[in-house]
């Protein structure tokens, strides 16, 4: 029972190539713009060309291909829900049925396109994660979401509280590994029985996961204060982010998928 | 009896960054002994003592109980756990109960022990760890200090009534006095309870003078075992692995050195205080050290 095992977002793997190499910035808005526009396409070539376009992005990542995909487990299950219910649930021209189902053309189409859209959506999302360190990425969307301070958004606080979050994942489900880990050493089996069975056993697990988790909480503010932290006024930072021209070939590509995008 | 041979593990073996922290460790447990598992910090001693209660799988290789395979498909997990009883690394962070009698007999009552056992069961353990069960039995556990909860967390090992019991750095963290206090109640279920015991720990000095062998890992591999005199007579490949020979040991090696005949292969300042004085007799009135 490894958890850390499944799980990928916020979980940086350092290599180093192409799209590690690219300015945060660019790459949460590129993000950002790609996650907008998935909602605009609706052919089964738009679809195509975008899982093209992410597939490319994996290989120029250097990340395992099948490390990537199993990633994407952790969404199945909503994929497979939204799937389903678009599928069962729209209404149209009736192409099979059988007692209360019916399955419409439209429906088999808003069901493949909904899931697709979702898949991509996580996919460019790890995509982003797994080739940027948490550093990196808060510090780009404080950035990106700078603008938004002149009406009074907390971009600096929000951008600290996922660093914090991210952080916290992985360290949090080694310490939730450990502790069933210590559990099972003394009989406990957190495996069978129904709903209610299984929320009981699960009770040995949460209270410690918990007490640690705001122990760590407690910690890290102590030494936040210790080190005089005082919210993101006047900070400067050691490692300012660069744009280079790797950057702008990132921006053209993108570009050049929205144009292809139109024509197809 | 407890058979390791040629295990290795390794972590996210699919991952891009795969980590191999065991490779081809081979070692026999009699009934009865005292083993004492040393390594620097990321060596793999937890990673090892993991798989002696099937808590991780091996990669390759085997773990015997008794003759039998843990491994093996079908093998009842829970046999292994009632008969290994494993005290991890900070014990006390896997407290989670209202009190402490509830937290102690959670482990039995995962054995299938009957209510009317439990009481008995956990006032021996809270015994055997040095706590009184009228005055600790109805605290909670979050209430009690780092030292009380360290006990606790044993005693809920110990009320499962293993026959082997491992240790991961149970003194860690604590004072001398908490120590000295653990290790001395350990020799002690030794003797009364004929306990087989496997020990990690960072402190050589703790485990010199009690334990029947030591293993000493190194980068996940079992780099020398053998009694504690022969162990420490190898001071260079124990420096390899970033372990110190005690200072009393470091001073008889250094008399040896300036050619005193002194035994250099004392477990104790006691016996490194009987040696001295032997020394000191044996060279009549004006011998000067
Ligand atoms: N759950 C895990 N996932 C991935 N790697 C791990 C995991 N647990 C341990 N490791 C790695 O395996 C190696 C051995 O770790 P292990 O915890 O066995 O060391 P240790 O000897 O017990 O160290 P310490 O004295 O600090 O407790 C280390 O390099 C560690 O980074
Ligand atoms: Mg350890």
Known sequence: MELSKQILIGQYIPLDSWIHSLDARVKIALVLVLSVIIFFVDTGKGLGLCFAFLLLGVLLSRIPFFYFVRGMRVIAFLVLTTALLNLFLVKGETVWSWQFLTISKEGVQISLLMSSRLLFLFGVTSLLTLTTSPIALTDGTERVLFPLTLVGFPAHELALMMTIALRFVPTLLLEAEKITKAQMARGADFAPGGLAQKAKSLVPLLVPLFVSAFHRADELATAMEARCYRGGKNRTRMKELRSDYNDLVAVLLVLGLVCLLQVV | MIIVKDLSHTYQPDSPRPCRALHNVSFTVENGEYIGIVGRSGSGKTTLVQHINRLLRPTSGAVLVDGQDINAPGFPVKEVRRKIGLVFQYPEHQLFEETVFEDVAFGPRNLGYSGSELPGLVSEALSLVGLSFDRYHSRSPFSLSGGEKRRVAIAGILAMKPRVLI???????????????????????????????????????????????????????????????????????????????????????????????????????????????????????????
């Open chain 2, 167 to 289: 240790l991961d750095e149970p003194t860690a963290g604590l004072d001398p006095q908490g120590r000295e206090a653990i290790l001395h109640r350990l020799e002690r279920l030794r003797v009364e309870q004929g306990l087989t015991i496997l020990m990690v720990s960072h402190y050589l000095e703790e485990l010199l003078p009690r334990v029947d062998r030591l293993l000493i890992i190194k980068e996940g591999s079992l780099l020398l075992s053998g009694t504690p005199r022969d162990i420490i007579k190898q001071s260079r490949e124990l420096h390899g692995v970033g372990m110190e020979v005690p200072q009393f040991v470091a001073l008889l090696q250094r008399l040896e050195e300036k050619g005193h005949p002194v035994r250099t292969d004392a477990l104790s300042v006691r016996e490194t205080v009987e040696e001295l004085m032997k020394v000191m007799k044996g060279k009549g009135k004006g011998g000067a050290i």
